[in-house]
């Protein structure tokens, strides 16, 4: 089999080399060559052809942002960012993925990382993924500038006072959802989220519990763009905290996210530091074997995007233990066909739609 073609871009030599290396040492993957900013970069897609490249965010002449807009719009390919854990490196990394980057790498330690091989493993697999990855998705374009509807929602909450009730019309009024949601995605998820959410209209009449896999550092800035973009209201979950219907609630990273059932029905978000599961924490999984205890509760469970099976395991034991409904993006539309796969192979979806389906097809039985 062919290997994998991949172009590095990075300002650092020492984090090129580095990087390179990492690539290189596996049987899979060839380093065809190395750029050190935007502008070399696109030459260098456009000469080379690479399957995929990797892309740092800060670089000088034409930053990682800018060069990739650049690539979606001249020469799409999968892309996957290299990013800081700062706060500008966290929304600087989710507008990437809107832009159509398909992953991201955290630089462990700064700009220049010098235990950069403790993620090796990491490096390759996202890469390997993004090989995986469909161009004629990478060239669909998405609304990536809120309303002003959307716009004023979000400076409205940006201002309330701290631990009061958000004057939001948006909002449902306190009422304990007795309708659930869960969605769990993964390589791909941020576009996805985004292409399913703003198409929700703001009395959206279930509660959505929403597991991305990211690591920590990342989900805020996720919740906070998607709520800004957003009709109903999106917000990174806080333990203890009370969910309420036409919100969704994003798992931070680093904390598996379980449903529990408090006095009068009312639904609440659990988090925990447990052992990761499958190498995810948070888990797919860990969230719907949590939902499959709730009782007089309505369910769908969304599987979208993804490496791997999180999430089959248990929507199985949902299945097995209540009434669920599964909507499972098709194949068509999904970046990376690996978490919906395993639950159509295990007979476990009951309706396959594509992306720009799966809004409608959850008012359509919602409702």
Request: aromatic share 2%; hydrophobic share 40%; proline share 6%.
């Amino acid at each position: 089999m062919r290997k994998l073609r991949v172009l590095v871009v990075d300002d650092s030599a020492f984090m090129r080399k580095v990087i390179s290396d990492i690539l290189a040492a596996d049987p899979q993957i060839e380093v065809i060559d190395r750029a050190r900013n935007g502008l070399e970069c696109i030459a260098k897609v456009k000469a080379l052809q690479p399957d995929v490249v990797t892309l740092d965010i800060e670089m000088p002449l034409l930053n990682g942002l800018e060069a990739l807009e650049r690539l979606m719009q001249e020469h799409p390919l999968p892309v996957v960012m290299v990013s800081s854990l700062t706060r500008e490196g966290a929304d600087a990394t989710i507008r990437a993925l809107e832009l159509g980057a398909v992953d991201f790498i955290t630089k462990t330690s700064g700009s220049i990382s010098l235990d950069i091989h403790t993620v090796a493993q990491e490096i390759v697999e996202k890469v390997k993924a993004a090989g995986l990855a469909k161009h004629r998705f990478l060239k669909r374009k998405l609304p990536v500038s809120p309303s002003p509807l959307h716009t004023n929602n979000a400076v409205q909450r940006a201002h309330r006072p701290s631990g009061g009730a958000p004057p939001d019309s948006r909002r449902h009024a306190g009422a304990a959802p007795n309708k659930l949601v869960a969605i769990g995605t993964s390589t791909g998820g941020p576009r996805a989220l985004q292409t399913v959410l703003t198409s929700l209209p703001r009395h959206f009449p279930a509660a959505i519990a929403i597991v991305q896999h990211m690591p920590p550092g990342f989900t805020q800035s996720l919740a906070r763009r998607l709520d800004m973009l957003c009709e109903i209201r999106v917000v990174e979950a806080a333990d203890g905290q009370l969910m309420e219907a036409g919100t969704a609630y994003i798992a931070p990273g680093g904390y598996h996210m379980e449903i529990v059932q408090e006095s009068g029905g009312k639904l609440a978000i659990s988090l925990n530091q447990s052992e990761p599961r499958g190498g995810h924490r948070p888990s797919v999984d860990v969230l719907y074997e949590s939902i499959s205890k709730l009782q007089q509760v309505d369910k769908w469970a969304v599987i979208m995007t993804g490496m791997g099976s999180d999430g089959t395991r248990g929507l199985r034991l949902i299945k097995e233990t209540g009434q669920v409904t599964s909507i499972i993006e098709h194949e068509s539309s999904c970046v990376v066909y690996g978490m919906p796969r395993a639950a159509i192979q295990a007979g476990l979806a009951d309706k396959v739609v594509p992306l720009e389906r799966i809004a409608e097809t959850l008012i359509q039985l919602v409702n």
